[in-house]
């Protein structure tokens, strides 16, 4: 069974969380608790409390930070950090599922309310200064360099058909392609998987 540590200084658990998690503990601290996910929700977001949790945690172990009030700056600050999603602390127990089930599976998870406009901002902020050379890009197609590419600086995938002259399913499947290729899970991590020092990216011409 899957362990859950919620980590607050809250006297008991959310009535949402524990629903979620029936077995879920909480904890004031972390102090080398078994757990398969841990739950961080602060009375403030603290980046250098975040270093020092994830610091403690066993490698491969995510971190999902909770917020009563999300803001864009706090899930790119907690993202880049190393941090492997970050929500709305009073998220629905069915959303609160989804999240484990996508970090468990090595994944990024920012929220459908966040998603969107944290793209368009990481993606600048991460491509900046970028380098045309392909790099980890080579193992793509034109095309399917193209359609990473767009995509990595924010743009949607009828914005991409619209750009490329090519249909949403054609960018879909692309898109499927590129994933495959570079080993990544969705569009934060292409961003990321871009940004590394083997390689850099800048728009097709």
């Known amino acids: 069974m899957t362990t859950h540590l919620f980590i607050s200084p809250r006297r008991q658990l959310l009535p949402r969380w524990q629903q979620a998690f029936p077995a879920a503990v909480l ?10 996910v841990v739950w961080w929700m602060p009375p ?19 971190l999902v ?3 009563a009030e999300p803001g864009q700056a706090h899930a790119m600050q ?19 599922e989804q999240v484990a ?5 090595g994944g990024l998870w920012l929220g459908p309310e966040l998603l ?15 380098d045309p050379a392909a790099g980890r ?10 359609v990473a590419i767009e ?35 969705d569009r934060l991590q292409l961003v990321l998987e871009l940004k590394q020092p083997a390689g850099s990216v800048d728009r097709a011409a």
């Open 151 to 185: 995509v990595a600086h924010g743009a949607t995938n009828k914005e991409v058909a619209r750009t490329l002259e090519i249909t949403e399913r054609t960018v879909k499947a692309h898109l499927s392609a590129v994933f495959e290729k570079l080993g990544v899970r």
């Open 116 to 130: 969107d406009t944290v793209m368009g901002a990481a993606s600048k902020q991460l491509l900046a200064d970028a």
């Open 44 to 62: 403030a977001f603290d980046p250098t409390a975040l270093r020092a949790l994830l610091a403690q945690l066993p490698a491969g172990t995510p």
């Open 27 to 36: 904890a004031e601290t972390f102090a080398a608790q078994p757990a398969d």
């Open 65 to 67: 930070v909770l917020s």
């Open 78 to 96: 907690a993202i880049a950090l190393g941090a492997r999603a970050y929500c709305h602390a009073y998220a629905t127990p069915a959303m609160l």
């Open 101 to 105: 089930v996508v970090v468990l599976n």
């Open 137 to 146: 890009l080579d193992v793509l197609t034109p095309r399917e360099r193209a």
